[in-house]
């Protein structure tokens, strides 16, 4: 899967990338990233994130992509890579933090 080049975001403006999966262990969220990979997925990475709770959860995502539609298009190769819960998931400014729409 070929990747768009990072977008650059202002102080304060919404990332959009793509969540693959999101784990409580960090290990397994490797696991599975290690298995995707070699399925053909490309820049994917494991980022610590929370829930509303507090919990510690790891995520794997891909991107920061400069529009929706380039995003969907990979969230769709993803998925036809294995990685059937792939969606599209926007990101206030620098943080790794899921902002709702």
Same mark, same amino acid.
Do not use: C, W
């Given at each position: $899967? %070929?990747?768009?080049? *990072?977008?650059?975001? %202002?102080? /304060?403006?919404?990332?959009? @990338? @793509?969540?693959?999966?999101?784990?409580?262990?960090?290990? $397994?969220?490797?696991?599975?990233?290690?298995? !995707?990979?070699?399925?053909?997925? @490309?820049?994917?990475?494991?980022?610590?994130? #929370? +829930?509303? %709770? /507090?919990? +510690? !959860?790891?995520?794997?995502?891909?991107?920061?992509? *400069?529009?929706?539609?380039?995003?969907?298009? %990979?969230?769709?190769? !993803?998925?036809?890579?294995?990685?059937? +819960?792939? #969606?599209?998931?926007?990101?206030? /400014?620098?943080?790794?933090?899921?902002?709702?729409?």
């Amino acid at each position: $899967m %070929a990747s768009a080049p *990072p977008a650059r975001h %202002a102080t /304060g403006a919404k990332r959009i @990338v @793509v969540q693959v999966a999101t784990f409580q262990t960090e290990t $397994m969220a490797d696991k599975v990233s290690a298995a !995707l990979t070699a399925k053909g997925a @490309v820049d994917l990475k494991v980022v610590r994130d #929370r +829930d509303g %709770a /507090g919990n +510690d !959860l790891y995520a794997i995502r891909t991107g920061d992509f *400069p529009t929706e539609e380039a995003a969907q298009t %990979a969230a769709q190769r !993803l998925r036809a890579t294995g990685a059937f +819960d792939s #969606r599209v998931v926007h990101l206030s /400014g620098a943080s790794e933090a899921v902002t709702p729409d």
